[in-house]
Protein backbone atom coordinates (compact mmCIF):
# COMPACT_ATOMS: atom_id res chain seq x y z
CA UNK A 1 0.00 0.00 0.00
CA UNK A 2 1.59 3.38 -0.76
CA UNK A 3 1.73 6.01 1.73
CA UNK A 4 -0.48 8.18 -0.44
CA UNK A 5 -3.27 5.76 -1.26
CA UNK A 6 -6.74 6.06 0.42
CA UNK A 7 -7.96 3.49 2.56
CA UNK A 8 -11.38 3.12 3.86
CA UNK A 9 -11.39 0.80 7.03
CA UNK A 10 -15.36 0.27 7.39
CA UNK A 11 -15.63 -0.33 11.37
CA UNK A 12 -19.29 0.42 13.52
CA UNK A 13 -19.36 0.56 17.29
CA UNK A 14 -20.51 -2.87 18.80
CA UNK A 15 -22.06 -1.21 21.90
CA UNK A 16 -21.12 1.38 24.57
CA UNK A 17 -18.91 0.36 27.65
CA UNK A 18 -20.63 2.05 30.92
CA UNK A 19 -18.54 2.62 33.95
CA UNK A 20 -18.44 4.69 36.88
CA UNK A 21 -15.66 7.02 35.36
CA UNK A 22 -17.28 10.34 33.64
CA UNK A 23 -14.30 12.47 33.63
CA UNK A 24 -10.80 11.25 32.45
CA UNK A 25 -8.85 13.02 35.21
CA UNK A 26 -8.87 11.01 38.42
CA UNK A 27 -9.19 7.27 36.37
CA UNK A 28 -7.00 4.54 37.10
CA UNK A 29 -4.97 4.42 33.68
CA UNK A 30 -4.79 0.52 33.43
CA UNK A 31 -7.19 -2.08 34.83
CA UNK A 32 -4.46 -3.12 37.54
CA UNK A 33 -5.21 0.20 38.84
CA UNK A 34 -8.82 -0.41 38.71
CA UNK A 35 -9.31 -4.05 41.00
CA UNK A 36 -12.56 -4.49 42.18
CA UNK A 37 -14.54 -1.65 39.97
CA UNK A 38 -17.49 -2.80 37.54
CA UNK A 39 -18.57 -2.19 34.52
CA UNK A 40 -21.21 -2.92 31.83
CA UNK A 41 -20.63 -3.38 28.23
CA UNK A 42 -23.78 -2.95 26.57
CA UNK A 43 -23.80 -4.76 23.43
CA UNK A 44 -25.98 -4.14 20.77
CA UNK A 45 -29.23 -6.00 20.05
CA UNK A 46 -27.68 -6.99 16.52
CA UNK A 47 -24.48 -8.37 17.98
CA UNK A 48 -25.56 -10.46 21.06
CA UNK A 49 -25.39 -13.77 19.47
CA UNK A 50 -21.36 -13.65 18.82
CA UNK A 51 -21.41 -13.02 22.98
CA UNK A 52 -22.20 -17.29 22.78
CA UNK A 53 -19.72 -19.41 24.72
CA UNK A 54 -17.89 -16.54 26.13
CA UNK A 55 -19.07 -17.13 29.64
CA UNK A 56 -16.35 -20.18 29.54
CA UNK A 57 -13.83 -17.83 29.57
CA UNK A 58 -12.25 -15.80 32.98
CA UNK A 59 -11.35 -12.49 30.78
CA UNK A 60 -11.86 -10.41 27.64
CA UNK A 61 -10.12 -8.00 25.81
CA UNK A 62 -11.99 -5.03 24.90
CA UNK A 63 -10.91 -3.02 21.97
CA UNK A 64 -12.56 0.78 22.13
CA UNK A 65 -12.09 4.08 20.76
CA UNK A 66 -10.97 7.04 22.86
CA UNK A 67 -13.93 9.26 22.14
CA UNK A 68 -13.03 12.18 24.06
CA UNK A 69 -9.34 12.27 22.55
CA UNK A 70 -8.52 14.03 19.51
CA UNK A 71 -5.31 14.50 17.84
CA UNK A 72 -1.86 13.47 19.29
CA UNK A 73 1.87 13.83 19.64
CA UNK A 74 4.49 11.48 18.69
CA UNK A 75 6.69 11.96 21.85
CA UNK A 76 4.80 12.61 25.38
CA UNK A 77 5.81 12.17 28.73
CA UNK A 78 3.24 9.07 29.73
CA UNK A 79 1.60 8.78 32.92
CA UNK A 80 4.03 6.61 34.71
CA UNK A 81 7.82 7.96 34.05
CA UNK A 82 8.65 12.26 33.70
CA UNK A 83 10.77 11.46 30.77
CA UNK A 84 9.49 11.94 27.13
CA UNK A 85 9.07 8.75 24.90
CA UNK A 86 7.71 7.67 21.50
CA UNK A 87 3.93 7.30 21.42
CA UNK A 88 4.02 3.52 20.28
CA UNK A 89 6.10 2.85 23.40
CA UNK A 90 3.57 4.45 25.82
CA UNK A 91 -0.29 3.47 26.34
CA UNK A 92 -1.49 7.24 26.31
CA UNK A 93 -4.63 7.64 25.02
CA UNK A 94 -4.33 10.64 22.33
CA UNK A 95 -2.65 8.56 19.51
CA UNK A 96 -3.36 8.91 15.63
CA UNK A 97 -6.02 5.89 15.88
CA UNK A 98 -7.68 6.57 19.24
CA UNK A 99 -8.03 2.96 20.01
CA UNK A 100 -7.89 1.21 23.31
CA UNK A 101 -6.97 -2.10 24.88
CA UNK A 102 -8.16 -3.57 28.05
CA UNK A 103 -7.86 -6.84 29.42
CA UNK A 104 -10.88 -7.10 31.48
CA UNK A 105 -12.31 -9.96 34.15
CA UNK A 106 -15.55 -11.24 32.89
CA UNK A 107 -17.99 -11.53 35.74
CA UNK A 108 -21.35 -12.84 33.27
CA UNK A 109 -22.83 -12.58 29.93
CA UNK A 110 -26.64 -11.22 30.70
CA UNK A 111 -29.12 -10.09 28.59
CA UNK A 112 -27.12 -6.53 28.06
CA UNK A 113 -23.84 -7.94 27.03
CA UNK A 114 -21.43 -8.38 29.95
CA UNK A 115 -20.79 -7.32 33.62
CA UNK A 116 -16.94 -7.07 33.48
CA UNK A 117 -14.56 -6.09 36.54
CA UNK A 118 -11.24 -4.20 36.78
CA UNK A 119 -12.19 -1.38 34.44
CA UNK A 120 -10.09 1.32 33.70
CA UNK A 121 -12.38 2.96 30.63
CA UNK A 122 -14.56 6.14 30.64
CA UNK A 123 -18.51 5.89 30.38
CA UNK A 124 -20.06 5.96 27.19
CA UNK A 125 -17.02 4.62 25.66
CA UNK A 126 -17.76 2.90 22.01
CA UNK A 127 -16.62 -0.61 21.88
CA UNK A 128 -14.68 -1.81 18.83
CA UNK A 129 -14.59 -5.52 19.95
CA UNK A 130 -14.49 -8.00 21.98
CA UNK A 131 -12.14 -11.21 22.15
CA UNK A 132 -11.55 -14.05 24.36
CA UNK A 133 -8.51 -13.81 26.42
CA UNK A 134 -6.00 -16.78 26.31
CA UNK A 135 -3.22 -16.73 28.04
CA UNK A 136 -1.49 -19.12 25.46
CA UNK A 137 -2.21 -16.84 22.74
CA UNK A 138 -1.56 -13.81 24.46
CA UNK A 139 1.22 -14.05 26.98
CA UNK A 140 4.36 -14.88 25.48
CA UNK A 141 6.13 -17.40 26.59
CA UNK A 142 9.84 -16.46 26.02
CA UNK A 143 11.35 -13.70 28.06
CA UNK A 144 9.76 -10.41 27.88
CA UNK A 145 11.12 -6.83 28.34
CA UNK A 146 9.33 -3.55 29.22
CA UNK A 147 11.54 -1.41 28.41
CA UNK A 148 11.04 2.08 30.46
CA UNK A 149 8.22 0.38 32.16
CA UNK A 150 10.90 -1.94 33.71
CA UNK A 151 11.35 0.75 36.50
CA UNK A 152 7.97 2.71 36.94
CA UNK A 153 5.44 -0.40 35.95
CA UNK A 154 4.72 -1.73 39.64
CA UNK A 155 3.19 1.55 40.34
CA UNK A 156 0.30 1.72 38.05
CA UNK A 157 -2.08 0.53 40.67
CA UNK A 158 -2.18 3.42 42.64
CA UNK A 159 -1.86 5.92 39.62
CA UNK A 160 -4.53 7.77 38.42
CA UNK A 161 -4.94 9.62 35.17
CA UNK A 162 -3.96 13.72 35.62
CA UNK A 163 -5.66 15.27 32.60
CA UNK A 164 -2.60 15.53 30.65
CA UNK A 165 -3.81 14.18 27.19
CA UNK A 166 -7.26 16.00 27.83
CA UNK A 167 -8.43 18.40 25.24
CA UNK A 168 -8.32 21.90 25.93
CA UNK A 169 -12.21 23.19 25.68
Not at 29 to 42: E, F, K, L, N, T
Not at 53 to 75: A, M
Not at 82 to 105: C, E, M, Y
Request: proline share 9%; with cysteine.
Amino acid sequence: MSAHSPLTIPMQPLGVIRTPYVDPAGMPIQPSGARGVQGQVQVLPRFREGLQDLEGFSHVILLYHFHRSQGYQLRVTPFLDDQVHGLFATRAPRRPNGIGLSIVKLVEVNEEGLLVENIDVLDGTPLLDIKPYAPRFDAPDEDCRTGWMEKSGKAVEGHRSDGRFQDEE
